[in-house]
């Protein structure tokens, strides 16, 4: 069974930054694809950016240009880079892996990021 273990979530004032990470219990970062999502409080979960097997990714229109997804293989981690933070920004966020050799995705227990003055 795959954990992901989500981690650097916090309260920040806007215009600032927070890196999050999202450790997985096994080998899977490379080879599953893996995505950030976000829920903020009476709204659907939503895709924020996601990166695939080949290293390419793509992103959520409202975090284009501040928001950076990234991996470390070696350290089974994956990295959610999060510039020019916005109060909008305010939601869980979660790690996801996904794979078509699975039924359903993985997913972290969620780490709340909190934008405000």
């Known amino acids: 069974q795959v954990q992901l273990v989500e981690s650097g979530g916090g309260l920040v004032q806007p215009g600032g930054s927070l890196r999050l990470s999202c450790a997985a219990s096994?080998?899977?970062?490379?080879?599953?694809?893996m995505g950030w999502y976000r829920q903020a409080p009476g709204k659907q979960r939503e895709l924020v950016a996601r990166?695939?097997?080949?290293?390419?990714?793509n992103y959520a229109d409202s975090v284009k240009g501040r928001f950076t997804i990234s991996r470390d293989n070696a350290k089974n981690t994956v990295y959610l880079q999060m510039n020019s933070l916005k109060p909008e920004d305010t939601a869980v966020y979660y790690c996801?892996?996904?794979?078509?050799?699975?039924?359903?995705?993985?997913w972290g227990q969620g780490t709340q990021v909190t934008v405000s003055s």
């Open positions: 996801n892996a996904d794979s078509l050799a699975i039924a359903t995705p993985y």
């Open positions: 096994g080998s899977i970062v490379s080879i599953y694809t």
């Open positions: 990166i695939y097997t080949g290293g390419s990714t």
